[in-house]
Every structure is written in C-alpha cells, then in structure tokens.
C-alpha cells in the first residue's frame, strides 16, 4: 500500500514540473492571448455561455 502512494506521489510531483516547464517557455505575446481567452470565457459563462455553440438543454416532458 506504501509503494502505491510513494508511485503516485512521485507521478503528482512529475506531473507539477511538466506543468510549470510549459508555462516557462510562453513568450509574453502568448501570455497575452491566454489572458483576453480566459477573460472572454469569463465574461461568456457569465452571460449565459456562448450562444451560438452552446445550447441550454430545455425540459421536455414526454
């Protein structure tokens, strides 16, 4: 039982570095596209989300 949460600690812990190794390697113009993206989700999920792709489901009664 040890072994198995040495194992995923240390799959966590690679995990984490893989992450932060790819956000070192975005330049400041990347960085800057990501945040307008996010800020565009943002203010889409709080508007309701995107009305041309996604669709509320509407209840139907059979």
Do not use: H, P
Request: charge should be negative; proline fraction near 0%; glycine fraction near 8%.
């Amino acid at each position: 039982m040890e072994v198995i949460i040495i194992i995923l600690i240390i799959i966590a812990i690679f995990t984490y570095l893989i992450i932060l190794g790819g956000n070192m390697q975005k330049t400041q113009e990347e960085q800057e596209i990501e945040d307008k993206e996010q800020m565009e989700y943002i203010k889409d999920y709080q508007n309701g989300g995107n009305k041309v792709g996604n669709k509320k489901r509407s209840k139907t009664s059979f």
